[in-house]
């Protein structure tokens, strides 16, 4: 299984961004739509910060509280693409932003993760 995250950027303060994560490689009859897709982020000096999840089957959504009310995930299982709208961000919110597939339930647990996009670059900046 591949991941493919991209969509970062430069952006202003307040601005806007969405990120994609494009799946593919499945094999086994375990699709895409098997998978939770998580979304992490690392800043520099920091260590990966899990920052929210979409499960497999009801598309129920989790986000950690550094970020809730501030991002929404989505996903199209028809596309094998997962999605991450974040808005009103801050300076804080500058980080690689990596997303990961687990077949299973939701984690914000990066260990339980088994495949990983190779990252995007978020940067906000005035």
């Known amino acids: 299984v591949q991941l493919q995250a991209s969509g970062g950027g430069l952006v202003q303060p307040g601005g806007s961004l969405r990120l994609s994560c494009a799946a593919s490689g499945f094999t086994n009859g375990f699709g895409f739509e098997y998978y939770a897709i998580g979304w992490f982020r690392q800043a520099p000096g920091k260590e990966r910060e899990w920052i929210s999840c979409i499960s497999r089957r009801d598309s129920s959504t989790y986000s950690s509280e550094s970020v809730k009310g501030r991002i929404t995930a989505s996903r199209e299982n028809g596309k094998n693409t997962a999605y991450l709208q974040m808005s009103s961000l801050g300076i804080e919110d500058t980080a690689v932003y990596f997303c990961?597939?687990?077949?299973?339930?939701?984690?914000?647990?990066?260990?339980?993760?088994?495949?990983w996009g190779q990252g995007t670059q978020v940067t906000v900046s005035s």
């Open positions: 990961a597939a687990l077949r299973g339930l939701c984690s914000p647990f990066a260990e339980e993760y088994r495949y």
